[in-house]
């Protein structure tokens, strides 16, 4: 497939999932809220020697370099040839490893939205969310419209998570904003990760943490931690299973901690007061309505300032959207226990 071809499906691609996409070279850039950075590269242009990118890019190659697919960190999409090209009418949905979700048909037929995926996508199952997230564990019920596979493994920043979405709560969409907490590790933290699913935080802070607890009370999210933490040879990563209330009394103080449960952070934020360092930052996750952060703001000041601790926000991030008018925020708190 010549470059050109290759990087307008591309392009299509994530225009029709509502992404505003620049050109810089062979990079193109993918923006809704979050960037993403795409590398393209065509068969007829590279060799599988040329195919290179750090690993928070990701790759999209036509059929004559899939080669390349399993000897990449990268997450890798293949393109592939059609003898006849079609409009295809898809939904809105993320690829996790080699699955395709799909949260919401929008009005799209499911046979087109499967033959829409499958022509954009090289996947070996497509599942739609029947439902929004719900229970203790926060996962959805999912009907599957292609392929009966339900566990993969996901490629991010260069780490591999095997994960099952119908068993463990995983969105590739929060990709970028792990990545973002992560850069702010600084060398010899201890790193607490309260609700860690399959471990993604967890993995991304280990670069520069000198220790890293993850907490997950669902077993199967916390047995796809375990497994992660051998799969990727990471040595700082402590997985544990259990309710983070029972499980981190004890444990001390440490210098970050990330609270990635929006829906009901704020029942665990007393917990994460006593177990931050001094000056210590707290990655604060919460659902807000209309854009009106007061309201949540309120009580991070109520719950610190009973502690006679001070704060102040480092910054306040949006970082994914639960339905028209909600929308996932990240406070990042320093905390200063004594002066």
Same mark, same amino acid.
Do not use: C, W
């Given at each position: 497939?010549?470059?050109?071809?290759?990087?307008? #499906?591309? #392009?299509?691609?994530?225009? &029709?999932?509502?992404? @505003? !996409?620049? @050109?810089d070279g062979n990079q193109l850039t993918a923006s809704n809220g979050k960037k993403i950075v795409l590398k393209v590269f065509s068969s007829e242009k590279y /060799?599988?020697?040329?195919?290179?990118?750090? @690993?928070?890019? @990701?790759?999209?190659?036509?059929?004559?370099?899939?080669? !390349?697919?399993?000897?990449l960190d990268n997450d890798v999409s293949i393109i592939y040839n059609e003898e006849e090209e079609e409009d295809f009418e898809t939904p809105s949905y993320e690829v996790i490893g080699d699955i395709a979700v799909i949260n919401d048909l929008a009005g799209v037929n499911r046979d087109e939205a499967v033959e829409g995926i499958l022509h954009h996508q090289n996947v070996k199952t497509i599942l739609l969310k029947d439902e929004g997230l719900s229970g203790e564990f926060r996962l959805g019920d999912y009907e599957k419209l292609y392929?009966?596979?339900?566990?993969?493994?996901?490629?991010?920043?260069?780490? &591999?998570f095997k994960v099952d979405p119908t068993e463990v709560y995983f969105s590739e969409r929060f990709g970028t904003e792990r990545k973002r907490v992560a850069d702010q590790v600084e060398d010899g933290e201890r790193v607490l990760v309260m609700f860690a699913g399959v471990g993604p935080f967890a993995m991304l802070c280990s670069e520069k943490a000198d220790e890293v607890v993850a907490v997950e009370k669902n077993p199967a999210g916390a047995e796809f931690l375990k497994e992660n933490i051998e799969l990727n040879k990471v040595e700082n990563v402590e997985g544990l299973e259990g309710d983070v209330e029972e499980v981190v009394p004890g444990m001390g103080?440490?210098? &970050?901690?990330?609270?990635?449960?929006?829906?009901?952070?704020?029942?665990?934020?007393?917990?994460?007061?006593?177990?931050? /360092?001094?000056?210590? !930052?707290?990655?604060?996750? #919460?659902? !807000?309505?209309?854009?009106?952060?007061?309201?949540?703001?309120?009580?991070?000041m109520k719950e610190i300032e009973q502690r006679g601790f001070e704060y102040k926000i480092l910054d306040t991030v949006e970082c994914g959207e639960r339905g028209p008018t909600s929308t996932r925020m990240c406070f990042d708190l320093q905390v200063t226990k004594s002066i």
């Open positions: 497939m010549k470059q050109e071809e290759l990087e307008a #499906r591309v #392009r299509e691609l994530f225009e &029709r999932q509502g992404f @505003k !996409v620049e @050109k /060799s599988a020697e040329d195919v290179s990118a750090e @690993k928070e890019v @990701k790759v999209f190659v036509d059929e004559g370099l899939e080669e !390349v697919k399993e000897d392929g009966e596979e339900t566990e993969t493994v996901h490629k991010e920043f260069g780490y &591999r103080e440490f210098d &970050r901690i990330i609270m990635p449960l929006p829906e009901s952070a704020n029942e665990f934020l007393g917990l994460a007061l006593d177990h931050i /360092s001094n000056n210590g !930052v707290i990655h604060y996750y #919460r659902f !807000v309505e209309d854009g009106n952060t007061e309201e949540i703001e309120a009580e991070i």
